[in-house]
């Protein structure tokens, strides 16, 4: 890391999400924060006569850092799969200068004890910032609440089984309740688990082709209903993971209209691929939730664009070779997104799909304000989180390349553009490309 205690990030283009602009401008950097965002030629040039270090973004755009939330890290329990040392610097890599860590370790995330240990590992291991996420219920069975208390103390930003869904409305109602009086993050994976056990493709003609169990979207919008539902009677705050249907669409936006404290989410993966990309049974396509029909893909794009839908994520999902080389339906479901993240979701902005602006409010500003931190804001007094990115250069991407340990990537070999130029966490360079 290279300190940047009175730097001057000039000649950019800075994407502000909160203003929803894109302008020329530069970006004055003191002792990890943003002291001054300057977009007037003139008080650029007095400012850069004073300041201790100049660096010229050559035009390309300035945004704050993503914050990244749901990203599965090996350890404990997988460091085969990704450590915070390979996690982080893939997240580096990618624009992401806040990792927000999913609890579905071996063994899960569920105690005080085990928290401590993953912030330990994540201080020591990550150039970027780390805020672990604990389990909703013990072992992530959906059976007993843990200590959501406790963990709060410990470090827990949200309450999550993450993939996980909990059976028992009961026991769910229950920690709901719990968390509401504490004030607490709950995040739900918006499945049923009954009509999508077993299931790895969107129900359909493609599906039937393929001869794939499938499951209807209808599980979707049914498991978010009931969660509504108790959201609405204990009062918690609540963000679901993935919204992947247009059929959920309607629940979600009536939660809003109602005053539910309510947001959602939405995969990389979701927003530019469809279930044709599966093809012939290639394995680093398979997903949770699986890949949807492409009328889905584009009412979620139009639902990210509007608002409706207010967070996107890479939903890193490390697996080994061994886990994906199998038959399809026995193929382990995920793939790695970190490094990936912001150049496949430039496919949107170049297909004119989204803006720069609504693309970082829903990568930086949302997610954090959603967990309450102070970063996500190319303002005065933010912490000094920031990418620096060419959304023009051509790559192809070489999953053999990527800084995680797992090279599951649906984008190998995919022609991409957007490239990460340089990532800055509290004022300091943690990445810059050769």
Request: proline share 6%.
């Amino acid at each position: 890391m290279t300190p940047a205690s009175g730097t001057l990030m000039h000649n950019a283009r800075l994407i502000d999400p909160d203003a929803g602009s894109d302008t020329p401008g530069a970006v004055l950097i003191e002792a990890g924060k943003i002291t001054k965002v300057l977009t007037q030629p003139l008080e650029i040039e007095a400012v850069k006569l004073s300041a201790d270090n100049l660096v010229d973004c050559g035009g390309a755009c300035l945004a704050p850092g993503i914050v990244d939330i749901g990203v599965k890290v090996g350890e404990p329990g997988e460091r085969h799969k990704e450590s915070y040392g390979t996690a982080g610097q893939a997240a580096a890599a990618g624009g992401v200068t806040t990792l927000v860590t999913r609890p579905d370790t071996s063994p899960p995330i569920d105690t005080p004890e085990a928290l401590e240990f993953i912030r330990r590992r994540a201080n020591e291991a990550a150039p970027v910032n780390v805020l672990p996420m604990a389990a909703l219920t013990k072992g992530r069975a959906g059976q007993e609440m843990t200590e959501i208390g406790f963990l709060m103390d410990a470090g827990a930003v949200a309450f999550t089984d993450a993939m996980s869904v909990c059976r028992d409305t009961r026991v769910l109602a229950r920690a709901m309740t719990y968390a509401a009086g504490l004030g607490a993050l709950v995040i739900c994976h918006p499945q049923d688990p009954v009509l999508s056990q077993g299931a790895v493709a969107t129900s359909g003609k493609f599906a039937s082709l393929r001869g794939l169990p499938a499951v209807s979207p209808m599980a979707e919008r049914m498991a978010l209903d009931r969660d509504m539902a108790l959201v609405e009677m204990t009062g918690v705050r609540y963000h679901a993971d993935q919204i992947t249907t247009a059929r959920a669409l309607p629940a979600l936006e009536r939660a809003k209209d109602n005053g539910l404290d309510v947001t959602a989410g939405v995969s990389m993966h979701h927003l530019t691929l469809n279930e044709f990309d599966v093809a012939d049974y290639r394995t680093f396509f398979k997903l949770t939730p699986p890949l949807r029909a492409e009328d889905d893909r584009a009412a979620i794009v139009a639902a990210l664009r509007s608002g409706l839908i207010d967070i996107i994520g890479s939903f890193h999902t490390p697996q080994d070779e061994e886990s994906k080389r199998l038959p399809f339906e026995a193929a382990a479901s995920g793939a790695v997104g970190l490094e990936t993240l912001l150049p496949v979701l430039m496919r949107l902005y170049h297909a004119e799909e989204i803006d720069l602006p609504t693309l970082f409010r829903a990568l930086s500003l949302n997610p954090a304000r959603r967990l309450g931190l102070d970063c996500g804001r190319l303002a005065a007094g933010a912490p000094a989180d920031l990418v620096l990115f060419d959304p023009d250069k051509p790559l192809v991407l070489d999953r053999f390349k990527l800084r995680s340990k797992s090279k599951n990537t649906p984008f190998d070999g995919a022609r991409l553009q957007g490239k990460v130029l340089k990532t800055v966490v509290a004022g300091k360079t943690v990445y810059e490309s050769s």
